[in-house]
């Protein structure tokens, strides 16, 4: 019988297969995140992690969990395990792929819409009692059909997704792969969608210098990582309206704090991290993860490894 740590509480029955493989499963009861040294004490004994985005698994914790054999991310990402403190002790890594690709290219297509045509204003301006008759001036917003959509990480599943549906919107598609000229493309964009993974390469990314880049009007959409974006820049971007809206699923940190220069931003929609949050996608989510425990918990290679980073 192996013990199993559950950082979260999580969405159907998937953990019931732990259990009915005689393993015994410890879960986080509460809604938020455990504190690292909270985390550190629930997993001494643990010889499986299924663990959140939100965990940091670091030294410090893995050298805290002395049987840990394997981790099961709750995510298709994994920026928030050191890779090489994993490798160093030979534990596996499992990740969610594949299952969230149609949910965060939604999402991503959802967010591009909204802040194309402007939603989330006009529907406080309603709810306000703002809005007095229809405004032949009022509201406008960007053509979506007949745009330039630069996709950075566009050669990945979740890119070539959003791709996809940008298509069927009859936009024109840049997609960029690892090696693309990302300043030249944002010459050309009227939206830019992240969706590269975040690494020490890929931080900040879209920084000052890509923002003085960009077509000016343009909107950038994140439903990728917080980290891509240098996020003091993109306020200053939007304040001074280089860009002309950008829409978030994801922050650096999560959530902003109250006072951050960015939630004063004009035309700035923020949504918290919802990428893959469908009641479908969730729970497939947790069966992989279970899929991964169960693997690794027998030492079995992972069904679902995460990818070795490449340098
Ligand atoms: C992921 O999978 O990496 C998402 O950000 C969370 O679902």
């Not at 455990?34 to 914790?61: C, F, Q, S, W, Y």
């Not at 279970?290 to 069904?303: H, I, M, Y």
């Amino acid at each position: 019988m192996a013990h199993v740590f559950v950082s979260r509480a999580l969405t159907g029955d998937a953990l019931d297969r732990l259990t009915d493989a005689g393993h015994d499963v410890d879960v986080w009861p509460g809604n938020l995140p455990p504190h690292p040294t909270e985390l550190r004490e629930r997993v001494a004994h643990a010889h499986g992690l299924l663990a959140m985005l939100t965990e940091r698994i670091d030294t410090a914790l893995l050298d805290a969990a002395p049987q840990l054999k394997v981790i099961a991310n709750y995510a298709v990402g994994f920026d928030n395990i050191d890779m090489e403190a994993i490798t160093a002790r030979g534990i596996a890594v499992g990740v969610t792929p594949d299952v969230l690709t149609d949910a965060t290219a939604d999402l991503a297509f959802a967010l591009l819409l909204a802040a194309a045509r402007r939603l989330a204003e006009a529907q406080r301006a309603v709810r306000d009692g703002r809005w007095r008759t229809f405004e032949p001036q009022g509201w406008l917003g960007a053509d979506v059909h007949g745009a330039t959509l630069v996709i950075v990480g566009g050669t990945g599943r979740i890119g070539q997704a959003v791709a996809r549906r940008a298509a069927g919107f009859d936009m024109n598609i840049i997609s960029l792969g690892r090696d693309g000229d990302l300043h030249q493309a944002l010459q050309h964009a009227d939206f830019v969608s992240l969706h590269a993974p975040l690494t020490p390469q890929t931080r900040h990314l879209i920084d000052d210098a890509a923002l003085h880049a960009i077509k000016p009007g343009a909107i950038l959409v994140n439903t990728g990582r917080g980290g891509l974006v240098d996020q003091p820049a993109l306020a200053r971007a939007l304040q001074d309206g280089r860009l002309a809206a950008a829409a978030l699923d994801v922050t650096d940190p999560e959530p902003l704090p109250a006072d951050d220069p960015l939630l004063d931003a004009p035309n700035l929609l923020v949504v918290p991290h919802i990428g893959s949050a469908t009641r479908t996608t969730r729970g497939r989510m947790v069966h992989m993860a279970v899929d991964n425990l169960l693997a690794g918990l027998a030492g079995d290679p992972l069904p679902h490894p995460a990818p070795v980073p490449r340098k």
